[in-house]
């Protein structure tokens, strides 16, 4: 019967286990809890291939327990029920260790079913999820458990296991392969960190080998293209890679830059560089130089309209122009600032001048009787109060230290007498 050559060289202990050394290392946390004995409940979070289910079976073997696995896309309380029962039988002397993946598919009432076992110790979950647990896992839930989060795993981390392979296959098959130089290389980059991807197309490529028994680079390229990207544009690493594209930018760092817009745009995500490319030349880049907006308004509207692949010319433009612009967000701050101040309800009467009087009646009102007209004075300027009492000595927006705001700030303290 056939077995998948993943599922067969399954690691059966933590040693074995490829990456993951900020947990499972020799004094990873993970590992010290799993050694005690003492094992909580937990929720692995993570991407796919980086030995969630694999850690949780060898922790189920480690601590004596019956390990129980569901699949929250498929599985409902009926299944959980079924668990339930098996317990203080002769089935599970030790417990249950249930392995719950994709718990982030279960609903409120689903998760919450789970809560009174959790307590009692009857059932240990493992719960795994490829989302943000603290985004997708009710809190009643998280409060009884313990996140570690899973990295995708180093080039080097699947080297080793995709070496491991290499000789398991090569026994299977019966004779010897010969692997052209760089293929173990090029498989390891190209997987993502999902080192399942990785092992399903080694055993692919001994599948394909001839009676020859070579396998080739171009073989290796042809079983692994654009398997290093790891997108969902509904899920984390959408949100994680246009934080990344935006950070880079307001870091002036173009090359990082240009990298995340390229994960953007080979996943075929236009339009969210585009929005973000906005959203930054206002934010980030802000007085520090002005034009900037309406040049990275010309760039996107010229992707949206020619679309992909050509896209990428006008939005590498934008992208390159923003991180090595100077940078201020000195008028949002002082916006944020102002609203934070009508929020703690510090806002007051406007002041009578500044009030509308283009009506009869305004004047007995004392409605706009002192206001001057900034335009019938010298540099088009006047003292006079514009914030409400309350507010009369408030500094909202501080001038920026680059070139433009500098030269703003210096025009006005000439104007108004303050040098």
């Not at 399954?10 to 799993?34: A, K, S, W």
Request: with cysteine; aromatic share 6%.
């Amino acid at each position: 019967m056939y077995r998948p050559l993943a599922d067969e060289i399954r690691p059966t202990d933590l040693d074995q286990v490829v990456g993951q050394e900020h947990i499972l290392g020799p004094r990873g946390i993970l590992r010290r809890v799993v050694e005690s004995g003492q094992v909580p409940n937990m929720i692995f979070y993570g991407p796919s291939g980086v030995g969630k289910s694999t850690v949780a079976s060898i922790i189920a073997r480690r601590t004596n327990r019956a390990l129980r696995k569901l699949n929250a896309t498929t599985a409902g309380i009926a299944d959980i029920k079924e668990i339930i029962a098996e317990l203080d039988t002769l089935m599970t002397p030790g417990g249950v260790l249930l392995y719950l993946d994709e718990i982030q598919y279960f609903n409120k009432k689903q998760q919450q079913s789970l809560l009174e076992f959790m307590e009692n110790g009857k059932i240990t979950l493992i719960a795994s999820t490829t989302e943000n647990p603290y985004f997708y896992v009710f809190g009643a839930v998280l409060s009884r458990a313990t996140v570690f989060e899973f990295k995708p795993l180093t080039p080097e981390a699947v080297h080793s296991a995709l070496a491991r392979a290499v000789d398991l296959l090569t026994e299977r098959r019966g004779s010897q392969v010969t692997l052209e130089g760089g293929v173990l290389d090029h498989i390891a980059l190209s997987c993502g960190g999902d080192v399942r991807k990785a092992l399903n197309a080694m055993e692919l490529l001994f599948s394909a080998a001839g009676n020859d028994g070579v396998i080739t680079l171009a073989d290796a390229e042809a079983v692994s293209q654009r398997s290093a990207m790891r997108y969902d544009r509904d899920g984390d690493e959408h949100y994680d890679t246009l934080s990344a594209f935006q950070k880079s930018i307001r870091g002036s760092d173009p090359d990082a830059a240009v990298h995340y817009l390229a994960r953007l745009l080979t996943a075929g995500d236009l339009i969210s560089p585009c929005r973000r490319l906005l959203v930054t030349a206002a934010e980030d880049i802000g007085l520090a130089h002005p034009q900037v907006l309406p040049i990275v308004k010309a760039c996107v509207d010229t992707a949206r309209e020619i679309g992909l692949p050509e896209a990428r010319i006008p939005l590498a433009d934008a992208t390159v122009l923003l991180a090595t612009s100077p940078k201020s967000n000195t008028a949002f701050l002082a916006l944020d600032a102002a609203m934070e101040d009508l929020r703690l309800g510090k806002g007051g009467d406007i002041p009578d001048h500044l009030k509308d009087s283009h009506y009869s009646g305004a004047a007995k009102m004392g409605r706009g009787l002192t206001y001057q007209n900034a335009h019938d004075h010298p540099n088009h300027w006047v003292q006079q109060q514009f914030l409400p009492d309350r507010l009369r000595d408030t500094v909202y927006y501080r001038y920026g230290d680059n070139k433009t705001e500098q030269a703003a700030k210096k025009y006005w303290d000439l104007v108004k007498g303050e040098q």
